[in-house]
C-alpha cells in the first residue's frame, strides 16, 4: 500500500518491512519523515527493532508519525515506549 501512494505521489520515499530495519537503517540515507505503520510493534524499548529506529530518527533529526489501528498494551510503559 505504501509503495502505491509512493509512486501515485511520486514521493521520494522508501517502504522498509519492520522486519528488516536492523539490516537496513543505519546504512540508509536521511529522511527528514519517518512514518511507522504498525507502531505498537515498537512497544518493547529493549527490542532491536526499537533500537534501530530510535537510533535512525536520532542520528537524522527525523520526524516522525506513529500509526496502529491493534495498539496492543499491557500496560502504561508499552504506550510511552511507543511515544
Known sequence: ??????????????VL???????????????????????HNLRNRDSKRYRAVSEYISLNASKE???TATPYNKDLTDLSNQL
Not at 500500500?1 to 522508501?14: F, H, I, N, S, V
Open 65 to 67: 508519525i506513529l500509526l
Open 1 to 14: 500500500m505504501w509503495e502505491d501512494y509512493a509512486y501515485k505521489y511520486q514521493l521520494r520515499a522508501k
Open 17 to 39: 518491512p519492520i522486519s528488516i530495519v536492523q539490516q537496513k537503517l543505519p546504512n540508509m540515507r536521511r529522511y527528514r519523515l519517518v512514518i511507522i505503520d504498525e507502531s
